[in-house]
């Protein structure tokens, strides 16, 4: 089916139903599509870090996964997300962001945006190295 749903199946021979005919269908949906972890999280990404998150589709059937990350940069500095698939469904989606700023991670299953279309906002902040809180006494 195309879209989610309660649907019934009937195989039939020569216009006969199949004995057990027909047979209730469950299709899941974008519902079924979970989207998880901290490259999409408001806080915590850090600049010249790798940062990731994970799309669970393994309920919603077998169709193509986009990913695109807007924000600053351009050639070298646009960030490229990495997808691996380690098992039927479940996608992993790896990215780093060399400019501090906020990005907008948008997510497609098939040819529908996942997150009701919105972009993810993760905001991604520069790290210091070295710096320690003051331990000057008074």
């Given at each position: 089916p195309d879209k989610a749903g309660d649907y019934l199946f009937?195989?039939?021979?020569?216009?006969v139903a199949a004995p057990k005919c027909p047979i209730p269908l469950k299709a899941r949906g974008l519902k079924s599509v979970k989207v998880y972890g901290p490259g999409i999280q408001p806080t915590g990404n850090l600049c010249g870090f790798d940062t990731h998150f994970i799309v669970d589709a393994r309920e919603a059937g077998e169709e193509q996964l986009h990913v695109e990350i807007v924000g600053p940069g351009t050639g070298e500095f646009k960030p490229m997300p990495t997808i691996t698939e380690p098992k039927k469904g479940l996608f992993n989606i790896k990215y780093d962001v060399s400019l501090h700023n906020n990005y907008g991670v948008n997510v497609k299953y098939g040819a529908d945006s996942l997150n009701?279309?919105?972009?993810?906002?993760p905001k991604v902040h520069t790290h210091s190295v070295g710096t320690f809180p003051s331990t000057r006494r008074r």
């Open positions: 009937v195989a039939e021979h020569e216009g009701q279309g919105k972009p993810y906002k």
